[in-house]
């Protein structure tokens, strides 16, 4: 739940007139350290010791004309929620070809920048975030980057902005840490670990943004080969068992992949921190990201000689629930989804798919391994469960029709986590009536998966959120059994 920076002009009138420069400037002449045209590059530079901050530079190859707005992120994809990330922004600078200096101005309201009077030529930007301050004033343990003696653990939203109008541009990143502190970047499609430096490239911001880096001593990394490649990271404040936690992971993913069926990322990266509490810190939750995931726990989440009996299951739900949000919803949404607004909490209508088919999908593909009479009474007690947050939900909430609890839960989701339970249990509940109708019908030949698999190659064909009768049609069409009235139960209020 974090992110970071980028170039993007004010109006549509100058991506016009710096797409024409693009066009009629001579390439040839250009510096050959410089990154490739149209590309951003950014580098994050940091030095450990007692320093709290992290430096960010972010250049384009070709002057761009000011005025030009930098944004940084108040929101994160999965997040539902509002994280003022630009507090924690400090000594923002720009600077002209030649090195000189260029006026910033921060916006009173909103996370931008305003950079440069008219005609001035803008080559880079610098700032630095206060990664202390950030982990003190903001509460949920998944929503911040960390740093500690031995470990600095930076999710891309929270410390890479963006330049309004160069968000699609490709990205290069070079991450600069102590020369002998390992350090990673989920951009590395291999996630490599080297020594002091990192490197990686995505198609735009919006993945530069979705991506983390961590680097330190503290760290303890492990690759595990499979159909999708492993790469688990570790930092942990207590007693682990990093080969036991590894091979958890190992198992949740094969047990995902194979639900959904594909390979539509070379690499997935866990990002475990296992931190001692502090006072006023919640720690409850974790965090999907592109190819990769956060997951902040207390220390008494630890995979070791002391955990509980039914802490096992538990480690490879979680893990395989945030793993299958890889795949839902970041490769088959609905409406409000994308494009992400990084600047304001989005109104998304359709977190109960998000969350609750996301979820379910995760705890199918891990019920799957294990023998039949664990599996059913395993999933009866989920939905038992579930059934509990609706139950006990306040009348006000049982009466909310399924978009207006979602469009609620956009900006409410963990902070008042009512909205968020009855979201995705509503959800959940939705998709096991659903499967339990298709396997029933088609003597088990069938089952929701088919329909999870048929909804992305849906989405692989037509890159667009899907409308939710769109979305009924393609599971009806893929298993040959019609859903169309259970959907319509959910997305009215069951409770009325």
Known sequence: ???????????????????????????????????????????????????????????????????????????????????????????????????????????????RWTIGKASEKISWIEYRVNVGRMEDGIREAVESSKIRKNYAGLLGYSVFGYIDGLKQSPVTLQVDGPGDWPVLSTLNSQARVSNGLAKGNADNYDILADSQVVMGPGLQVRNLPGKIGLTVAIYSEGDEDVEAESRLAREALDRVQEYFGDTPFANYTVVLELLQPREGHNYNFSQEHDTSGTFSLSVDGATNSHSPENHRYLALFNYAHHMAHSWVPKRVWGSGYRPFNWELTPVIETIWFNEGFGRYAGMQAVLAGMPESERKARRERSITRTRGFLDEAPLFIKQMPLTLLSQEASFFYSKDFRTGMNIFGRGFLMAAEMDDRIQARTQGKKSLRDGFRALLTWNAQNQRAFQVDEMTKVISDSTGVDIRDIVTHWMDAPSR
């Open 1 to 111: 739940m974090l992110r970071q920076k980028r170039w993007e002009t004010q109006r549509p009138i100058r991506v016009f007139l710096f797409a024409v420069f693009l066009m009629f400037c001579d390439r040839g002449k250009l510096c050959a350290a410089q990154p490739p045209t149209g590309t951003v590059a950014y580098e994050l530079h940091y030095e450990a010791g007692n320093d709290s901050r992290v430096s960010v530079r972010i250049s384009v190859q070709s002057p761009v004309t000011a005025p030009i707005s930098f944004v940084i992120p108040r929101s994160y994809p999965g997040g539902y929620s509002f994280v003022p990330y630009d507090d924690f922004v400090e000594d923002v600078s720009a600077f002209s070809p030649a090195g000189q200096s260029i006026e910033c101005k921060k916006e009173e309201d909103g996370p």
